[in-house]
């Protein structure tokens, strides 16, 4: 079923279960020394924290997104890299307790680390020279434009 209301636009990322989440919401209460009842409405937004109840899956809100725009897949290959990459990012956060908003750029900058001390950025130029990592046509790229000047 897709969501058209308040979860519209959301799922799990983990499990991609969207029927339902666990969100911590901002509520108005009037407090007595009996106690305390919600009055009025309550909210949420990106930043407030989530669980998804059918994994144990918890970041923020935002984490939880979809993103509809997917760049070109000639290969038909880039699904199954993002799943490989999700079980290393998903080790990654096992193992450093590292929580998902923080866990790509931990990692990416870990990876450059190792690759200072394994002598691998030689070889990333050398690939680089050989055309592995061939640029994609400006055109694949829509109607954005280059920040500084661009190449």
Do not use: Y
């Amino acid at each position: 079923m897709t969501n058209s209301n308040c979860l519209e636009g959301i799922r799990c990322p983990q499990c991609g279960q969207e029927d339902r989440l666990k969100i911590a919401a901002l509520i108005t209460c009037l407090v007595t020394d009996n106690g305390s009842e919600p009055v009025g409405d309550h909210e949420w937004d990106d930043h407030s924290d989530a669980h998804c109840p059918e994994c144990g899956f918890d970041a923020k809100l935002k984490c939880f997104r979809k993103r509809n725009r997917l760049p070109p897949d000639p290969e038909n290959m880039n699904g199954n890299r993002a799943e490989w990459a999700a079980v290393a990012l998903r080790a990654f956060m096992d193992v450093t307790g590292t929580d998902l908003e923080d866990a790509l750029p931990d990692l990416l900058a870990d990876l450059i680390h190792w690759a200072d001390r394994n002598r691998a950025v030689s070889n990333l130029n050398r690939n680089r020279k050989a055309g592995f990592f061939r640029r994609k046509p400006r055109r694949e790229f829509g109607n954005r434009g280059t920040r500084g000047g661009g190449r």
